[in-house]
């Protein structure tokens, strides 16, 4: 193109030019080549520049892209000159790209209204750069370290490229140097990029994201699911700079998905101090514009608007339908003079008959709030959580309130990601929790305390009843702000002196409601000698350690137990305020008769969501109250642990470890007096009852003694928890779990629960379960059990000193209650509570078939029996074919009449149903008014927090739907269940066990025949030598100690002779545990 040929390569160049605009591209793209070409790049950009000037004029600048469909035209800055002080670019346009117009000349004024710091010395990406003008204005005007100009049609991309160079060379082709000697070759690249996904697949992280891309959906939908290639349709190809597709999110209603998708994918990429500026069409209105930034995390200003005429080649008719299908109304404008807004229909009917319609464009400067945590929130939703990206609100008008949620929400997201299930965690509260509490107390209040002082309880009520319980005083004094949730049976009493023996628990304890004021507790406490205190301090007291001293001397001298709350004066603050009881303790050990409780309720986002932990410096005691919030309660939440373990690690994140010197406490002197100490029948139910083995941290041991799932949590379980916490302002409607349990409960049961039959839900079925015991204590009844029953079950009745009656089962039914066994011990027992685990039975994993059940059922009703039916570990039937599920409708009708003391309660959980492995949920159904009026008289009872309950109905309602994600899980885990029991039962009988066989649930009970009567040498207990111990109920014990294995003795199964193991644990543990069962062969046979 030198010299003479330059005019015959200019016309040969048109004449190509004119066929078609598909033709001017392809002459286009071979410039471009030969642009990118060092030894052709300047005569091309001469050739270029010739080709301008030949049509100067406006006019033949129009008629040249009319003619020859390409067009060179100068873009004005004016005073937005770049470093050259130039006042224009030059740019290449053709019309299968998006021409520059007002939109993105408002958008480039946006631009200017940021500081220079903006962009100087940054990584920049502009979405959707059409011909590249903004991304080369920029580049320009501030010298970014790169600008990467983005955009999905792929014929835009050339022709950046192309303008890259005509504003990279001068006119005579020679390199334009900017004052650091480079050349905006060196700062821009164009990229064909389906928004951000360049960026992302090349790992490259933006310091700033700029974006002006179509925010109205294509009228034709099908057009837009067309393969986007540069042989496209000219049409195709610039409808993308108009409209867009639906993208997935809610935004889509507005025509924003696109932004909405924009705004994700430039989270993952951005640096967490980067910032993301948007063009945005005011047409959804303003606050929909901005929520769509700010319920994703990132604070929002608006440095520039103005209103643009609506351009005349976007139809508009897909909002006009959004307005017709919804409550919604975009908002337009008649012209640019008109201030009040009109709506889609309205602008739409307006210009069909010529008019002008206008709307607001705004320039939306966005930054996120908490950088970090949000990316780890979204990276967690790209990973198969997608469909619950709409519920996230991330928009808090308090910074408080997002300082507490968005960590929360990103340690959640990280849990779910990084595990397949949760892990065990001791009843007493997880490790983690407890130490996180005692390193705050250490960090902030100079208390010396470990995980091994602090015992994690549901809520602050609960810790005080199972304390109570435990204790079994004679009286109690209680301040009144904490006895409002105990037992009406306690408060009532007046019974203040010594109880004859022989008397059950509920008229054995009294309660004394007492004002919380320091010297009017301690005149009751010195008048009547209570064996046990639980009082606050009022507000003016709680500065200085007096009260509490004060208490704490009248208690130890009298032989007193107190239990000192606190909540009102304990704060989750980095500067929490002084604490009188806090200061006592920094310098003074808790004497062994005193115990703090505290309730934590003081977050900023949930009101109702409460955890209470209880410190005690007394051996004996922290064990006593590890084994009672087993029986009682099972154990707290685990999702709640993990919200306040993440308050109380941010709080202790950013301090130094070990800053100071560890603090040096004074014992007080002790007295002589005699304190309150346990029952002798408690202690015996503690010793005796085989609760979970205390672990260390970092421990090896293989648990199969827990009646829990430790299989991998399913997506739709992760998604339900996840959601829970996202969203924002749940409606009542979206946590009452009520219908869903009763669709579940008809359809699996059969069971009536028509609305007269009362619906209770609790955190677990164990609390519901202990509940129901007292009904039967209350009533003065006898709590019969078959023999082959869940240990714990048994062990929390006899804590609660019920009057209790084994049924005999037979090894060749096995171990299932039959019609004759049953008779035999109804009619020797007056008021008999009968308690049944079924369909399945824990532990044996038995199944009662419909007519077993019901002949059962009906030999209770002749007694005038009241039954609880324990369904809490059934939904997992993996060896029952032939056996037909339960339908009760139609035998409790009929038996509810027969007599007037017969009724059936059903107790159940969706551990099992749903396989939600570490989420607590339990419900119960009563069906007779006086036992729903005596459960409510046991108050206290801990309720699912609306998270929970929104987890639990999102589930009922999959299932409902028979949805293919959550049944095909729930099958392919009972598969996995039936393979593991068939592994187990071969294992141990090949080492000689004798199993029973299961047909479902996650526990199997084998018989150690082999090993009966044989010797073992083991560690003797000093450690010095060895000792030989003789194997018989002592078995579970020396596997333990042996090989870590831990299993549930006959003492727990109450069969004689049968242990319990459990197989619902990870592959690798239930691999160790097969290893440990043939490892213990060998030494026993050694």
Known sequence: MAGASVCESMEEFLKQCERSGDSAYCALRSLLERLEDPSTRTNVRIFLSDLQKRFASEGASQSCLQTYHIQIQDVYLDQYEGFQKRKKLKMMVIPSIFVPEDWSFTFYEGLNRHPDSTFTEKTVAELGCGNGWISIAVAEKWLPLKVYGLDINPRAVKISGINLYLNAFDDDGQPIYDAEKKTLLDRVEFHESDLLSYCRENHIELERIIGCIPQILNPNPDAMSKMITENASEEFLHSLSNYCALQGFVEDQFGLGLIARAVEEGISVIKPLGIMIFNMGGRPGQAVCKRLFERRGLRVNKPWQTKVIQAADTDISALVEIEKNSPHRFEFFMGLGGDQPICARTAWAYAQTGGHISHALSVYNCQLRQPNQVKKIFEFLRNGFKDISSSLDLSFEDDSVADEKIPFLAHLANVLKDISFFPYESPAGSRRFRSLIAGFMRTYHHVPLTADNVVIFPSRIVAIESALRMLSPRLAIVDEQLSRHLPRQWLTSLNIERTKPGRNVEEQITVIEAPRQSDLMVELIKKLKPEVVITGIAHFESVTTSAFELLLDITKEIGCRLFLGMSEHFELSSLPTSNGVLKYLAGTPLPSHAAIVCGLLKNKVYSDLEVAFVITEEETMFKALCKTVELLQGSTAIVSQYYYGCLFHELLSFQLADRRPPAQRNAKPTRTSKVNDFSSSTISVLDQAELATDEREKSTLVHMDIDQSFLPIITPV????????????????????AHGLRQLISSNYGFPSASSTELIYADCPVALFCKWVLCCIHEGGTLCFPAGTNGNYVSAAKFLNAEIVNIPTLSEVGFKLTEETLTDVLKTLNKPWIYISGPIVNPTGMVYSNKEINILLSICAKFGARVILDTSFSGVEFNSKGVDGWNLRATLEKLSSTNPTFCVSLLGGLFFKMLTSGLKFGFLLINQQSVVDTFHSFAGLSKPHSTIKYTVKKLLDLQEQKTGDLLNAIVEQTELLGNRYKQLKQTLESCGWDVLEAHGGVSIVPKPSAYLGKTIKSNNSSGTGTQEITLDSNIGEVMLKSRGL?????????????????????????????????????????
């Open 1046 to 1086: 831990c299993i549930n003795s006959a003492s727990w199964t109450g069969i004689p002779g049968y242990c319990r193991f459990t197989f619902g644990s990870t592959d690798s543990d239930f691999q160790r545990a097969l290893d440990c069962i043939t490892k213990f062969k060998s030494l026993v046979s050694n």
């Open 718 to 737: 992760k998604a339900a928890i996840f959601e829970s916490f996202a969203r924002q302002n749940i409606t009542e409607p979206e946590i009452d779990v």
